[in-house]
C-alpha cells in the first residue's frame, strides 16, 4: 500500500538524520547513562524545590511550577522506559527508575501495565479500541465536561467507560479486534488505576472540596467540615498534595490536552501512520508544552521511529520535521478542535 511505502522512506530518512547526529556527537550513544543523569538531575530538582517551598524560601505558585517542568521530563523518562531504551539488560535499575517515576507522578496509570496498553496504541492508534488515548479525551466533541476531565483519569474514565467497552464489543463483532484482545484490555485499564491512582485522586477530588468549603465559610459566614479524620489526613498529607499531585494535575492536565488533540481518531485508516498525529506546535500551546516537554513537537516523529530517546527526537526534531512534511503529515491541523479529532470530517 502506497501509505506504507511513504511510512518506509520516512523512518529511512529520520533514522539517517539521527545517525548523522551521533556520529558527529558520539555522546549521544551512551544511552543508559544519559537517561539515568537526566532521571537524577530531575529527582534532585523536584527535591531541592519542595524542601525550599517547606522552608519558606520558595513560593508556592514557582514550586509548582518547577515541580511540574521536571515531573514533564520524567514523563519522557518512563515513556523511554516502557519502550526498554534505559538498562534492558540491567533489569533492577530499569524497574528501580520506572517505579520512581510512577510514584513521583501517582495521577498516571500503573506503567508496566501502561506498557501493554502503549504498545496495543502504537499498534492500532486512533482506532475505536485505542484505549491509551481515548482515555484521555481523544475523539470526544470539546465541551466543558472534556475540559474538566482531561487530566482525570479516574472519574474522567469512568464517565467514558460505557461508551468505550461498547466500541469495543462493537469491534469484536465486526471482526476488528479478537475476543480475548477485548478482555484483556477491558481488564487491564480497570487494574492499572487500583490502587495508587485511585488514592492520589481522591486525596485530590477531598482537597479540592476542603478548599470548596473553607471558601464557603469564609463568603456565607458558615461552619461546614469534613469529618475530623478527614481533615487529619489531608493536613498529614499536606506537603504530598502541593509538592507532588498539584504539580501533576497541571502536568497532566497539559499532557493531555496536547496528546488527545495531536493524535487523531475514529476514521483513521488501520497501520497508516501518516493519519495517526499531527505537529501541534502552535505558538499558543507553549505553556502547555513546557510541562510535558514539548510532547506536541516530537510524539508525531516517535509514531515513525519508535526505539529512539526523547532527547534525541528534541535535538535532531528540525530534520525530522522536514521529513515529515515532505511526505504529507500535517502541522497544526487545528480544525481537530471542531471535528473531534477525526483526519477528516466528524460526520457523527
Not at 144 to 172: A, S
Not at 282 to 302: D, E, R
Request: charged share 20%.
Amino acid at each position: 500500500m502506497k501509505h506504507q511505502e511513504t511510512s518506509r522512506l520516512i523512518r529511512k530518512e529520520i533514522n539517517q538524520s539521527y545517525e548523522q547526529l551521533k556520529e558527529a556527537y558520539p555522546l549521544l550513544k551512551k544511552q543508559n547513562g544519559i537517561g539515568l543523569a537526566i532521571f537524577l538531575i530531575a529527582v534532585t530538582a523536584i527535591m531541592v524545590t519542595s524542601v525550599g517551598w517547606y522552608k519558606a524560601v520558595i513560593p508556592t505558585w514557582l514550586m509548582i511550577v518547577v515541580n511540574a517542568f521536571f515531573m514533564g521530563i520524567l514523563h519522557e523518562i518512563e515513556h523511554d522506559l516502557i519502550h526498554w531504551l534505559y538498562f534492558k539488560k540491567q533489569k533492577p535499575v530499569h524497574h528501580l527508575m520506572l517505579f520512581s517515576v510512577w510514584i513521583l507522578r501517582p495521577l498516571t496509570v500503573n506503567p508496566w501495565i501502561r506498557r501493554t496498553l502503549h504498545y496495543h496504541h502504537h499498534k492500532f492508534s486512533g482506532t475505536l479500541h485505542d484505549v491509551e488515548e481515548r482515555s484521555v479525551t481523544n475523539g470526544e466533541r470539546w465541551s466543558f465536561k472534556r475540559l474538566i476531565t482531561t487530566p482525570d483519569v479516574v472519574l474522567g474514565g469512568l464517565f467514558r467507560l460505557h461508551r468505550m467497552y461498547h466500541d469495543m464489543d462493537r469491534e469484536v463483532k465486526k471482526g476488528n479486534l479478537k475476543m480475548e484482545t477485548s478482555a484483556t484490555l477491558k481488564r487491564i485499564t480497570f487494574l492499572s488505576i487500583i490502587p495508587v491512582t485511585v488514592f492520589a485522586h481522591v486525596i485530590l477530588y477531598l482537597f479540592f472540596a476542603d478548599q470548596l468549603l473553607v471558601w464557603i465559610n469564609t463568603k456565607f459566614m458558615t461552619a461546614f467540615s469534613f469529618p475530623y479524620y478527614i481533615d487529619s489526613m489531608l493536613d498529614s498529607l499536606n506537603v504530598v498534595i502541593y509538592t507532588i499531585l498539584l504539580p501533576n494535575l497541571l502536568r497532566q492536565f497539559c499532557l493531555h490536552f496536547i496528546t488527545s488533540n495531536m493524535h487523531y481518531f475514529g476514521d483513521v485508516e488501520e497501520g497508516n501512520v501518516i493519519e495517526q498525529t499531527q505537529v501541534l506546535n502552535v505558538w499558543w500551546t507553549f505553556p502547555m508544552q513546557l510541562f510535558c516537554f514539548f510532547f506536541g513537537w516530537t510524539h508525531s516523529i516517535h509514531h515513525f521511529v519508535v526505539n529512539e530517546t526523547f532527547y534525541v527526537r528534541h535535538i535532531g526534531r528540525k530534520k525530522a520535521h522536514d521529513v515529515l512534511r515532505k511526505y504529507g503529515v500535517r502541522f497544526n491541523d487545528l480544525g481537530t478542535f471542531r471535528r473531534a479529532n477525526r483526519f477528516r470530517e466528524y460526520t457523527e
